[in-house]
């Protein structure tokens, strides 16, 4: 991978303190972004069916979070054996995500929210430096959250075995 980045990109966070946007219980916001191929995807088309984890990415033109994907797209199979799918946010533009889902070879949606409206609404967002705190977001399948996650790198979010103690527990409380 190039490790050039462009001018587009920053590397500066936010100076806001990586906490939680959204509380427990609260319903998941409803949104709409485009994927690569220029669907739009948001947390609706999951509802009654599965449990929805929302990974909110820096830029899939920085390392961490090119690692941070491959690693949950390595792990999707387990993850949709406790009914859970997976969404992915990034403030790239369509071509930028398209490059990176292709290359990381997701099998699920990166959405492109250049803008920050919707991430802005998850996390924290510096319109000014496009800077944002990476977030992991875990609704059940009604669209209520049940738990978010924030740092300032993706590298120092949960593993993936705290995730599935989550999903094992909201498993328990509404049977699949």
């Not at 947390?43 to 990415?57: E, N, T």
């Not at 797209?73 to 490059?99: K, M, Q, T």
């Not at 510096?126 to 705190?133: G, I, K, M, P, V």
């Not at 075995?161 to 527990?169: I, N």
């Amino acid at each position: 991978m190039d490790e050039s980045l462009s001018s587009s990109v920053s590397c500066v966070q936010p100076a806001l303190a990586a906490v939680a946007k959204l509380t427990a219980r609260e319903m998941l916001p409803s949104f709409a972004l485009p994927d690569p191929a220029g669907v739009l995807r948001g947390p609706h088309d999951y509802k009654q069916r599965d449990h929805l984890l929302l990974l909110i990415v820096r830029s899939v033109e920085l390392p961490s979070p090119r690692l941070f994907l491959k690693q949950f797209a390595e792990a999707e199979p387990v993850l949709r054996e406790e009914h859970c799918s997976l969404l992915a946010i990034s403030p790239d533009h369509l071509a930028r995500n398209a490059e990176a889902q292709a290359s990381l070879q997701l099998p699920f949606p990166l959405l492109a929210d250049p803008t920050g409206k919707v991430i802005a609404r998850l996390t924290q967002w510096e319109a000014t430096q496009r800077a944002l705190n990476p977030s992991l977001l875990l609704a059940d399948r009604y669209g209520e959250l049940y738990q978010q996650w924030v740092s300032t790198d993706e590298q120092a979010l949960p593993p993936l075995s705290e995730l599935l103690s989550c999903l094992r527990y909201l498993n328990r409380l509404c049977c699949p």
